[in-house]
């Protein structure tokens, strides 16, 4: 797929001195798979809703006996998955699928596996993977499925011998004493969970207990024929060597008619005696202990929640270590009292070495293996003794093996042996001394290693956590014991490879080279970056800069190097490839400017690495001996940065008449500012800077003499900047009017008068020329869909008119006509208002002579009014460079009347409004109609996600027109006919702003000019039962009420609330009585649908203090709250839930994917619709409809 993507292989230096020709892009492989965290566990992927099979899945393959079974079937008996396409091959996929995950979690080293795979045998879709299941239900469906699998192999009993066990009922007759009794077969225990205080007191009611039938409630005893008093009871007849418990959380409430999930406190034992339950008791205690090893949690509700497990490491596979304990320096090498038998780093790179399979590494892998090894890096402890890791190894050639580009070591064949043997004999005394000198290691194997696995994460946990786990919304939901006498062979002990198949061995181990290998390929690629090296013998500093003697392609090389390496190594390379280098190299980083290349920084510290000293991709590295170039000593740092200045100043000539003369000249940074006049050979004058940020005011400004001692940078001078001298010996000649302003905009003047001042003519003409010819570089484009970057580019004066404008670009694309108007873009890329402001003002000159000197006087001009006036200029419009504007088809309206699509709005709600509800799934939108989804200010949950907004047409209508006359022109609408609406009165109208209902339109009888609607506004009428007037201090909220024991809300109903005092106490007051529920035992929240959070609207209005900015404080549509028209409100009553949490299952996935929690609400929607217009009476929050879960099996009989 990725052709030879891999296959190049990336040195840790490349040079080339093409600069500038043209770059190629760096191939980057994919990034693969995390490697396993600190505790060596693999968690698994979930898919979208997979948690409650991640977490079985992982009991599963913690059962040593149920995976060592599994994994004792060939493919003799199993098939193979290379021939599950074969329609005549017998292939078992889902037994070979589970072998092959439970090998991935023990052997492959990535931090979480993929069922992916797995899930295809069972012939899942990708909507099953989405959807939420029960993990009691899955246990016992996947263990039909693989009895059903494994049919006419030896493992066709896997199931029944590990798991299957029997209850016996027995009623016994008091008269005769006759027993009937019943055996049933069971895979796991089923215990109640309501008014049970815990495991052990739910088998005693179900195991030990006895129902007596007497009085009203007698027994028909076969033997007696006749109805009698008599026992009834169960016991457990035979045990299964592992014990599932299901526990009953989730009842229903048949006065509520609901289902909901049991939090109470329900205790569990970490060794449990079945010898009372059981029938048999003659046998020692022994064959009655069952030991906890899995205990897989719920939270959450009935309707929805997460899975994850906590699991015992029996084989104590992982690394056990808390957090804390892990924050603690280990006991390792540096801890040991020998010293001298550890102190030779020789050693210790050879130990490093023969402990690697492939006897090959990384030189920069090996330095953090070291780090690791005896807990200090090689820098800090062996550097000023013996060098840089790499040339440690250069001088030991006889033990190691460096690649040709240095980047990998391995040891030298008759080295290793030794190296073996040493291993050996160092690893005896060092395990000696870790056992002596840490008591607690030794008990460390011994005691219960438990992990939390939550998906992909593993975290160690102690077993007094299990105790958490006994109530509330997160709780244990099933149970999972052995059998205490069941014992792991010795070898099995941290030995992930026991008994695990050759070929799935042979797989992983390749799965493994391979992944490393990418693993490599990736870091080195995503670690390498280039250099630009500017060699100082090509260079010569000229006009205050470094400029190349020759040309930038010979001056420059490119450099490909590891930012991992230090300064020390860039140095020594850059040795390495310029062999004519002599005497010292010092390394700098510089910059282009302007001016030309400046030093800025030298750079110190050989220890460091590039990514320490912040060196950055595409870097321009200036490479000399740190004083000179070319014998010039050059300036260096920040301060003194060349600024490239454009000076304008007479021209040497006629004492009458001086042409200003323009100079690129530069300057230091740190310069004074007088030293212009050195640079032009002037005696002195004045100097003025050009204020380029000035509105409508002068544009030079004289600097002081007491300021010419000061640097270009302290009077704001940069590059680009412009300088005005004028020689001050001669006023008559001044450039300056008489009160010492030079002037060059135009926003005080009309007209400009050119004189003649050499009077080599005698007449005086007066002409009308543009006041300014500065040039505009915009970007243009037709329609409104315009995607960056695919906008023509046009260069006008900014004193044409918008009609001249309009005319230049419709010839670029070739369009006749004269029914388009223009329309700037903002900055959302979204069309704004037509360019269609006031009229321009005209600009004059006169003219004499080729040598003139300009002087301003102000002209009044007539003003006139053009509302829709496309003659105004670019420049009063304010354009500016780099704007874009789009050419919009259609005239623009006449003045006062206003275009305004019209779309339909109706939010869910418990009520239906108008003749008929609109057919989301079936209508067709009018031409030129698109439906919009949106996101409602109506609903929470699944209900208040989107609403879909449709197009009922364009209403036009002047702005003296009422909001009333608007609803009345938009009920003659075509698209509105097929509803009943009484009167405009029964419409509520919103604008749309963001594709949502935004502000709410109130008085009918208020004209739309008041309103400031714009021009661009689109209005959206919702349906009402009645009529509604609502009065300027009422805001409409959409209230809904939390379903107890759900994540989730009714639909939504509209409450009208005084926000006069906007007080949290009005509005809980206002709740309470609109639900008839005491305030105090209500909590309300305002939910934000963009961030899918909710706030809750607390009583901290209540504690009110005498300052005064408390107050400010108070109002509810200030911050944090910013309540207004439409917002939602979610109510819960604390007569029935308690708990403080007011968020949905979609407010989950909405937070970690917002696309994809819009996605979930858009489907939400669907369904609730259709909920809507099949059953519009149906009362509450419709619940996703339960889908049955199901693994397909073929036939293997």
């Given at each position: 797929?990725?052709?030879?993507?891999?296959?190049?292989?990336?040195s840790?230096?490349?040079?080339?001195?093409q600069?500038?020709?043209?770059?190629?892009?760096?191939?980057?492989?994919?990034?693969?798979?995390?490697?396993r965290?600190?505790?060596?566990?693999?968690?698994?992927?979930?898919?979208?809703?997979?948690?409650?099979?991640?977490?079985?899945?992982?009991?599963?393959?913690?059962?040593?006996?149920?995976?060592?079974?599994?994994?004792?079937?060939?493919?003799?008996?199993?098939?193979?998955?290379?021939?599950?396409?074969?329609?005549?091959?017998?292939?078992?996929?889902?037994?070979?699928?589970?072998?092959?995950?439970?090998?991935q979690?023990?052997?492959?080293?990535?931090?979480?596996?993929?069922?992916?795979?797995?899930?295809?045998s069972?012939?899942?879709?990708?909507?099953?993977?989405?959807?939420?299941?029960?993990?009691?239900?899955?246990?016992?469906?996947?263990?039909?499925?693989?009895?059903?699998?494994?049919?006419?192999?030896?493992?066709?009993?896997?199931?029944?011998?590990?798991?299957?066990?029997?209850?016996?009922?027995?009623?016994?007759?008091?008269?005769?004493?006759?027993?009937?009794?019943?055996?049933?077969?069971?895979?796991?225990?089923?215990?109640?969970?309501?008014?049970?205080?815990?495991?052990?007191?739910?088998?005693?009611?179900?195991?030990?207990?006895?129902?007596?039938?007497?009085?009203?409630?007698?027994?028909?005893?076969?033997?007696?024929?006749?109805?009698?008093?008599?026992?009834?009871?169960?016991?457990?007849?035979?045990?299964?060597?592992f014990?599932?418990?299901?526990?009953?959380?989730?009842?229903?409430?048949?006065?509520?008619?609901?289902?909901?999930?049991?939090?109470?406190?329900?205790?569990?034992?970490l060794?449990?005696?079945?010898?009372?339950?059981c029938e048999?008791?003659?046998?020692?205690?022994?064959?009655?202990?069952?030991?906890?090893?899995?205990?897989?949690?719920?939270?959450?509700?009935?309707?929805?929640?997460?899975?994850?497990?906590?699991?015992?490491?029996?084989?104590h596979?992982?690394?056990?270590?808390?957090?804390?304990?892990?924050?603690?320096?280990?006991?390792?090498?540096?801890?040991?009292?020998?010293?001298?038998?550890?102190?030779?780093?020789?050693?210790?790179l050879?130990?490093?070495?023969?402990?690697?399979?492939?006897?090959?590494?990384?030189?920069?892998?090996?330095?953090?293996?070291?780090?690791?090894?005896?807990?200090?890096?090689?820098?800090?402890?062996?550097?000023?003794?013996?060098?840089?890791?790499?040339?440690?190894?250069?001088?030991?050639?006889?033990?190691?093996?460096?690649?040709?580009?240095?980047?990998?070591?391995?040891?030298?064949k008759?080295?290793?042996?030794?190296?073996?043997?040493?291993?050996?004999?160092?690893?005896?005394?060092?395990?000696?001394?870790?056992?002596?000198?840490?008591?607690?290691?030794n008990?460390?194997?011994?005691?219960?290693?438990?992990?939390?696995?939550?998906?992909s994460?593993?975290?160690?946990?102690?077993e007094?956590?299990?105790?958490?786990?006994?109530?509330?919304?997160?709780?244990?939901y099933?149970l999972?014991?052995?059998?205490?006498?069941?014992?792991?062979?010795?070898?099995a002990?941290?030995?992930?490879?026991?008994?695990?198949?050759?070929?799935?061995?042979?797989?992983?181990?390749a799965?493994?080279?391979e992944?490393?290998?990418?693993?490599?390929?990736?870091?080195?690629t995503?670690?390498?970056?280039?250099?630009?090296?500017?060699?100082?013998?090509?260079?010569?500093?000229?006009?205050?800069?470094l400029?190349?003697?020759?040309?930038?392609?010979?001056?420059?090389?490119?450099?490909?190097?590891?930012?991992?390496?230090?300064?020390?190594?860039?140095?020594?390379?850059?040795?390495?490839?310029?062999?004519?280098?002599?005497?010292?190299?010092?390394?700098?980083?510089?910059?282009?400017?302007?001016?030309?290349?400046h030093?800025?920084?030298t750079?110190?510290?050989?220890?460091?690495?590039?990514?320490?000293?912040?060196?950055?991709?595409?870097?321009?590295?200036?490479?000399?001996?740190g004083?000179?170039?070319?014998?010039?000593?050059?300036?260096?740092?920040?301060?003194?940065e060349?600024l490239?200045?454009?000076?304008?100043?007479?021209?040497?000539?006629?004492?009458?008449?001086?042409q200003?003369?323009?100079?690129?000249?530069?300057?230091?940074?740190?310069?004074?500012v007088?030293?212009?006049?050195?640079?032009?050979?002037?005696?002195?004058?004045?100097?003025?800077?050009?204020?380029?940020?000035?509105?409508?005011?002068?544009?030079?400004?004289?600097?002081?003499?007491?300021?010419?001692?000061?640097?270009?940078?302290?009077?704001?001078?940069?590059?680009?900047?412009?300088?005005?001298?004028?020689?001050?010996?001669?006023?008559?000649?001044?450039?300056?009017?008489?009160?010492g302003?030079?002037?060059?905009?135009?926003n005080?003047?009309?007209?400009?008068?050119?004189?003649?001042?050499?009077?080599?003519?005698s007449?005086?003409?007066?002409?009308?020329?543009?006041?300014t010819?500065?040039?505009?570089?915009?970007?243009?484009?037709?329609?409104?869909?315009?995607?960056?970057?695919?906008?023509?580019?046009?260069i006008?004066?900014?004193?044409?008119?918008?009609?001249?404008?309009?005319?230049?670009?419709?010839?670029?694309?070739?369009?006749?006509?004269d029914?388009w108007?223009?329309?700037?873009?903002d900055?959302?890329?979204?069309?704004?208002?037509?360019?269609?402001?006031?009229?321009?003002?005209?600009i004059?000159?006169t003219?004499k002579?080729?040598?003139?000197?300009?002087?301003?006087?102000?002209?009044?001009?007539?003003?006139?009014?053009?509302?829709?006036?496309?003659?105004?200029?670019?420049?009063?419009?304010?354009?500016?460079s780099?704007?874009?504007?789009?050419?919009?088809?259609?005239?623009?309206p006449?003045?006062?009347?206003?275009?305004?699509?019209?779309?339909?709005?109706?939010?869910?709600?418990?009520?239906s409004?108008?003749k008929?509800?609109?057919?989301?799934?079936?209508?067709?939108?009018?031409?030129?109609?698109?439906?919009?989804?949106?996101?409602?200010?109506?609903?929470?949950?699944?209900?208040h996600?989107?609403?879909?907004?449709?197009y009922?047409?364009?209403?036009?209508?002047?702005?003296?027109?009422?909001?009333?006359?608007?609803?009345?022109?938009?009920?003659?609408?075509?698209?509105?006919?097929?509803?009943?609406?009484?009167?405009?009165?029964f419409?509520?109208?919103?604008?749309?702003?963001?594709?949502?209902?935004?502000?709410?339109?109130?008085k009918?009888?208020?004209?739309?000019?008041?309103?400031k609607?714009?021009?661009?506004?689109?209005i959206?009428?919702?349906?009402?039962?009645?009529?509604?007037?609502?009065?300027?201090?009422?805001?409409?909220?959409?209230?809904?009420?939390?379903?107890?024991?759900?994540?989730?809300?009714?639909?939504?109903?509209?409450?009208?609330?005084?926000?006069?005092?906007?007080?949290?106490?009005?509005?809980?007051?206002?709740?309470?009585?609109?639900?008839?529920?005491?305030?105090e035992?209500?909590?309300?929240?305002?939910?934000?649908?963009?961030?899918?959070?909710?706030?809750?609207?607390?009583?901290?209005n209540?504690?009110?203090?005498?300052?005064?900015?408390?107050?400010?404080?108070?109002?509810?549509?200030?911050?944090?709250?910013?309540?207004?028209?439409?917002?939602?409100?979610?109510?819960?009553?604390?007569?029935?839930?308690?708990?403080?949490?007011?968020?949905t299952?979609?407010?989950?996935?909405?937070?970690?994917?917002?696309?994809?929690?819009?996605?979930?609400s858009?489907?939400?929607?669907?369904?609730?619709?259709?909920?809507?217009?099949?059953?519009?009476?149906?009362?509450?929050?419709?619940?996703?409809?339960?889908?049955?879960?199901?693994?397909?099996?073929?036939?293997?009989?």
């Amino acid at each position: 797929m990725f052709g030879d993507l891999f296959e190049e292989d990336y040195s840790s230096v490349s040079t080339t001195n093409q600069y500038g020709k043209g770059k190629e892009l760096k191939a980057k492989p994919l990034e693969p798979p995390a490697p396993r965290e600190f505790t060596n566990l693999s968690g698994i992927r979930n898919q979208g809703g997979t948690c409650y099979l991640n977490s079985l899945l992982q009991t599963l393959h913690f059962t040593p006996e149920f995976r060592e079974a599994l994994f004792s079937l060939g493919p003799e008996e199993l098939g193979s998955l290379e021939e599950k396409d074969n329609p005549d091959a017998k292939v078992r996929i889902i037994p070979l699928q589970l072998q092959r995950l439970f090998a991935q979690l023990l052997l492959l080293d990535q931090e979480a596996a993929s069922t992916a795979d797995l899930t295809d045998s069972f012939g899942w879709t990708s909507n099953e993977e989405m959807r939420q299941h029960d993990v009691q239900e899955l246990n016992r469906i996947l263990f039909s499925a693989l009895e059903t699998s494994l049919v006419g192999t030896s493992g066709h009993d896997l199931i029944n011998r590990l798991y299957h066990g029997t209850i016996v009922n027995q009623i016994v007759c008091k008269e005769c004493k006759n027993v009937s009794e019943k055996q049933e077969d069971f895979l796991d225990l089923t215990v109640a969970v309501k008014n049970v205080t815990g495991l052990e007191d739910a088998l005693w009611n179900m195991y030990v207990e006895e129902e007596v039938f007497d009085c009203d409630n007698l027994y028909h005893c076969g033997s007696c024929d006749r109805l009698v008093k008599a026992a009834k009871s169960a016991k457990l007849r035979k045990l299964p060597p592992f014990l599932t418990v299901s526990l009953l959380r989730f009842n229903f409430d048949f006065v509520k008619c609901e289902r909901y999930k049991e939090t109470s406190c329900y205790t569990f034992p970490l060794r449990i005696n079945l010898k009372p339950f059981c029938e048999q008791s003659q046998l020692d205690d022994l064959e009655y202990m069952y030991d906890l090893f899995s205990v897989i949690i719920h939270k959450g509700g009935c309707y929805g929640g997460h899975y994850h497990v906590y699991i015992k490491d029996v084989d104590h596979l992982g690394n056990w270590q808390l957090q804390e304990e892990k924050s603690k320096p280990d006991v390792n090498l540096k801890d040991l009292q020998n010293e001298e038998e550890i102190d030779d780093p020789l050693m210790i790179l050879k130990t490093i070495l023969s402990q690697e399979e492939s006897n090959l590494i990384l030189v920069d892998l090996l330095g953090q293996k070291f780090l690791k090894k005896i807990g200090i890096s090689w820098n800090k402890k062996y550097r000023k003794q013996y060098g840089p890791l790499r040339k440690f190894l250069q001088l030991h050639s006889q033990i190691f093996l460096l690649s040709s580009d240095q980047s990998k070591v391995s040891l030298l064949k008759n080295s290793s042996l030794q190296a073996e043997s040493d291993l050996q004999r160092k690893d005896q005394q060092i395990f000696k001394t870790l056992t002596s000198e840490s008591p607690g290691l030794n008990d460390r194997t011994s005691c219960s290693h438990w992990f939390d696995i939550n998906d992909s994460k593993v975290q160690p946990i102690e077993e007094k956590d299990i105790k958490q786990q006994f109530q509330g919304k997160e709780s244990a939901y099933m149970l999972f014991y052995r059998k205490s006498q069941l014992q792991r062979p010795p070898e099995a002990r941290a030995n992930p490879r026991y008994r695990v198949p050759c070929h799935l061995l042979n797989e992983m181990d390749a799965a493994n080279i391979e992944l490393q290998t990418k693993r490599t390929e990736y870091d080195s690629t995503n670690n390498i970056f280039e250099l630009h090296l500017h060699l100082g013998p090509h260079y010569h500093f000229f006009n205050g800069a470094l400029h190349p003697v020759v040309s930038q392609t010979e001056s420059v090389w490119d450099l490909t190097f590891d930012k991992r390496k230090t300064l020390g190594d860039l140095r020594q390379s850059i040795f390495q490839l310029l062999e004519f280098w002599e005497g010292d190299m010092v390394l700098s980083v510089a910059k282009f400017v302007p001016a030309g290349l400046h030093i800025y920084q030298t750079l110190d510290g050989d220890d460091l690495t590039l990514c320490d000293i912040e060196i950055a991709d595409e870097e321009d590295i200036f490479v000399w001996n740190g004083v000179e170039v070319g014998g010039i000593q050059i300036p260096t740092g920040i301060d003194c940065e060349p600024l490239l200045l454009n000076v304008l100043h007479p021209a040497t000539g006629s004492e009458e008449c001086r042409q200003l003369v323009e100079s690129p000249l530069v300057f230091p940074a740190n310069a004074e500012v007088g030293t212009v006049f050195t640079a032009l050979a002037i005696p002195g004058g004045v100097i003025f800077t050009s204020n380029t940020a000035s509105v409508g005011g002068e544009s030079w400004t004289a600097i002081p003499k007491e300021d010419l001692k000061k640097t270009f940078r302290e009077q704001g001078l940069r590059n680009g900047s412009s300088i005005l001298i004028q020689d001050s010996s001669n006023d008559n000649n001044s450039l300056l009017t008489k009160q010492g302003k030079w002037i060059t905009t135009v926003n005080e003047v009309d007209w400009v008068q050119v004189n003649n001042l050499c009077q080599l003519e005698s007449e005086e003409e007066q002409v009308k020329i543009s006041a300014t010819v500065n040039a505009l570089f915009l970007f243009f484009a037709m329609g409104s869909d315009i995607q960056p970057g695919s906008e023509m580019e046009i260069i006008v004066e900014e004193t044409i008119s918008v009609r001249e404008c309009l005319k230049i670009m419709l010839e670029k694309f070739g369009l006749p006509g004269d029914t388009w108007h223009l329309r700037k873009m903002d900055w959302c890329y979204e069309a704004g208002e037509p360019l269609c402001e006031e009229g321009n003002r005209g600009i004059g000159f006169t003219n004499k002579s080729p040598v003139v000197c300009l002087f301003l006087a102000e002209v009044t001009s007539n003003k006139k009014e053009f509302p829709y006036s496309q003659d105004a200029t670019l420049k009063e419009l304010m354009l500016c460079s780099g704007d874009t504007l789009l050419l919009t088809e259609g005239k623009l309206p006449s003045p006062g009347l206003l275009n305004v699509p019209i779309w339909w709005y109706q939010p869910p709600g418990p009520k239906s409004q108008g003749k008929r509800h609109l057919d989301q799934t079936n209508c067709t939108p009018s031409q030129g109609g698109v439906w919009r989804a949106t996101s409602t200010p109506g609903a929470a949950g699944d209900v208040h996600a989107d609403v879909p907004l449709r197009y009922l047409g364009d209403v036009k209508i002047s702005e003296d027109a009422t909001l009333g006359e608007l609803k009345a022109q938009a009920m003659t609408l075509p698209s509105l006919s097929e509803f009943f609406i009484p009167s405009p009165a029964f419409l509520r109208a919103w604008t749309v702003d963001s594709k949502r209902p935004g502000r709410l339109l109130r008085k009918n009888q208020q004209q739309l000019r008041e309103y400031k609607l714009g021009r661009r506004t689109e209005i959206c009428l919702e349906p009402l039962q009645k009529e509604e007037h609502l009065g300027p201090q009422d805001m409409l909220l959409r209230t809904q009420m939390r379903l107890p024991g759900e994540r989730a809300y009714a639909l939504p109903m509209d409450m009208v609330w005084d926000a006069a005092r906007g007080t949290a106490s009005s509005l809980r007051q206002r709740v309470a009585d609109f639900y008839s529920l005491p305030v105090e035992k209500i909590e309300i929240a305002k939910y934000f649908p963009d961030k899918f959070e909710w706030l809750p609207v607390s009583s901290w209005n209540q504690q009110i203090t005498k300052r005064k900015k408390k107050k400010k404080q108070d109002n509810l549509q200030g911050a944090p709250y910013y309540l207004k028209d439409g917002d939602i409100i979610g109510i819960k009553n604390l007569l029935v839930e308690e708990d403080d949490d007011f968020s949905t299952v979609r407010d989950d996935i909405g937070r970690e994917d917002p696309a994809l929690g819009k996605r979930k609400s858009l489907e939400a929607l669907r369904v609730q619709s259709n909920s809507l217009l099949s059953s519009a009476e149906t009362p509450g929050r419709p619940h996703r409809p339960e889908a049955s879960l199901s693994i397909h099996v073929g036939s293997f009989r």
